[in-house]
């Protein structure tokens, strides 16, 4: 199942912070973060594996909830390459290996 | 620094054509992934390989096949392609071994944008 995202859709200054959210109705296996500015590939960013795990550094970070169903990823005083579509993706376990990726959060800041 | 290429950065085909997407990886990994991207629908898997001569299908399948005959190559194959189709195409590579160890990060060409008329 297709994990989701929120917002779909966020304007930002420079400076202002940011905050995108990985939703899962099961507990997810682990959680990735994806970069991905217009007409590049997708760049990882970081990767959470445990419930109640924090990650990252003063601008870029990430956490993953105890239960595993929710990940958020924090934006702090934004810059202008921020922008592009974040993704959320996680490894379905069940069955075959397979990835699966959630709907995608576009972030524009602007000057 | 994992490389993986994939042929062409625009295409431009009719209805019916048989299309060709390549990809190449240069890092030796074990899996290879074809996803089509969409606005509003993310990136969704349409197949993989674990192994050469091993293929699943993923989530969209439907009018794709694919081709693996080399580890480090990955094609894609539109048998007819449709206006339906009209996509960016990216191809990804990951580490991870099927029951063991490695990594589940995904390293992604700069994709295909295809354009069936």
């Known amino acids: 199942q297709q994990p989701v995202q929120s917002p779909q859709a966020v304007i930002l200054r420079e400076g202002e912070d940011a905050v995108i959210n990985c939703s899962s109705s099961?507990?997810?296996?682990?959680v990735h973060w994806y970069r991905q500015k217009h007409g590049e590939a997708p760049v990882f960013l970081m990767i959470l594996l445990k419930g109640g795990e924090q990650k990252g550094h003063e601008k870029i970070s990430a956490s993953f909830n105890e239960k595993k169903q929710q990940s958020s990823l924090y934006l702090t005083a934004s810059q202008l390459s921020y922008s592009g579509t974040y993704f959320c993706?996680?490894?379905?376990?069940?069955?075959?290996?397979?990835?699966?990726f959630g709907t995608g959060t576009r972030l524009k800041v602007l000057a | 620094d994992v490389k993986v290429t994939q042929s062409s950065r625009y295409l431009v085909k009719r209805t019916g054509e048989k299309v060709f997407l390549e990809c190449v990886q240069d890092?030796?990994?074990?899996?290879m992934f074809w996803y089509r991207q969409d606005p509003g629908l993310g990136l969704r898997l349409i197949y993989f390989?674990?192994?050469?001569?091993m293929k699943e299908k993923g989530d969209i399948p439907e009018g794709y096949s694919v081709s693996r005959e080399k580890k480090e190559r990955f094609s894609l194959i539109l048998e007819s392609a449709s206006t339906n189709q009209t996509s960016m195409y990216l191809c990804?590579?990951?580490?991870?071994?099927?029951w063991g160890q490695g990594s589940d990060t995904q390293y992604f060409g700069p994709g295909t944008r295809l354009t069936v008329l």
């Open positions: 990804a590579s990951t580490e991870r071994r099927l």
């Open positions: 390989s674990y192994d050469v001569k």
């Open positions: 099961k507990a997810l296996y682990s």
């Open positions: 993706g996680t490894v379905k376990t069940s069955g075959t290996y397979k990835y699966i």
């Open positions: 890092m030796d990994h074990e899996n």
